[in-house]
């Protein structure tokens, strides 16, 4: 609620002055739909500072500061979004969609998942530190010692850019975060509560409980956010959002050791992703292309869809996709 509130007191202001430094606003892909070049010319980016603040103000306002899940969690999601943001600029000044380059961008999520994995790693070292835990299963458990660092990373970079790909249209993306953000939501208190862990029979996480004031805090940032980003937008997340939230969802997922349930939940965003693979990948070999464009979502806005169309729809799948990824926490 405190998260909701102050996106609604500082959306128009942070709007106003973003318009107003901006100027004509996010450069729009000439390659991309047609019609964004008439219905989303002259609208801000950088909508994701809004987020952010939000989010910073209301979990330092009500979280434990003594628990450092909380910390580890707020400095990906802001340095995610310092990244972002930075890329947000370029692109302004460039007056290109083109920002910063792909592999300092790369680098910089690199090195700030290494660096939360290794304090996510030393506060809980326990059995469980370097493992891997799979739905479904609740006693089979993959040890992947030191090589745990990369898959850490690879969930928290791949959820980042996953969720960066899923935004190109209005509401698009912070509905599934929304969505995926719930669902760890209760993930991460029933982890963290040995009671509700053991009769569910999932892996206890000590003190993963205060991380749901975190995932609140987005819950309420994201639909403060949404009220200003309903179609027609009147301002995008840009990178500064979008890098963010899927930073905050992988370091959440690994910290409650639910990365594959995140795969589920997060599934939309995976879509997203594999789809630009698959395109960028199969025109490599061939020549051609597999979808009209990529990332899914403008193949299907190049089929003749509305953009509200797909919108919807991809919201419906996120919600079918968060029911499987929470059906795993009984079915053991």
């Not at 003190?207 to 309420?220: C, M, P, Q």
Request: glycine residues 10%; charged residues 10%.
């Amino acid at each position: 609620m405190t998260a909701l509130v102050l996106s609604f007191l500082c959306g128009k202001p942070i709007i106003r002055w973003l318009k107003k430094k901006q100027g004509e606003g996010q450069p729009i892909r000439t390659d991309g739909p047609e019609s964004h070049l008439l219905t989303k010319k002259g609208t801000p980016t950088m909508g994701g500072c809004l987020i952010l603040l939000a989010i910073g103000l209301s979990t330092i306002l009500w979280t434990d500061w003594s628990n450092p899940l909380i910390w580890i969690v707020l400095v990906v999601t802001f340095g995610f979004g310092l990244l972002g943001a930075y890329d947000d600029f370029l692109k302004l000044t460039k007056r290109s969609h083109k920002g910063m380059s792909a592999r300092i961008k790369l680098l910089g999520q690199i090195t700030l998942s290494l660096v939360a994995t290794y304090f996510i790693t030393h506060y809980n070292a326990d059995t469980l530190s370097y493992s891997v835990t799979f739905p479904f299963f609740k006693d089979f458990v993959l040890n992947l010692s030191y090589w745990y660092y990369i898959w850490a990373i690879l969930v928290i970079v791949g959820s980042s850019n996953a969720v960066n790909l899923t935004d190109g249209l209005d509401g698009l993306a912070i509905v599934p975060v929304m969505i995926a953000a719930a669902c760890f939501c209760l993930i991460s208190y029933l982890v963290g509560n040995t009671i509700f862990s053991n009769y569910l029979q999932i892996h206890h996480v000590a003190n993963t409980g205060e991380l749901t004031i975190f995932l609140g805090a987005l819950i309420g940032a994201g639909l403060g956010f949404l009220w200003f980003n309903a179609p027609p937008a009147k301002v995008f997340m840009g990178d500064t959002g979008s890098l963010a939230a899927g930073g905050a969802l992988g370091t959440v997922a690994v910290i409650t050791k639910h990365e594959i349930v995140l795969a589920i939940v997060g599934g939309l965003f995976v879509l997203e992703a594999v789809s630009v693979i698959l395109q960028v990948g199969y025109f490599k070999l061939t020549g051609k292309r597999i979808f009209l464009m990529a990332p899914i979502h403008h193949h299907f806005e190049k089929k003749g869809w509305a953009e509200p169309t797909v919108v919807i729809r991809f919201w419906i799948i996120a919600s079918i996709l968060a029911l499987v990824g929470l059906s795993t926490l009984k079915l053991r």
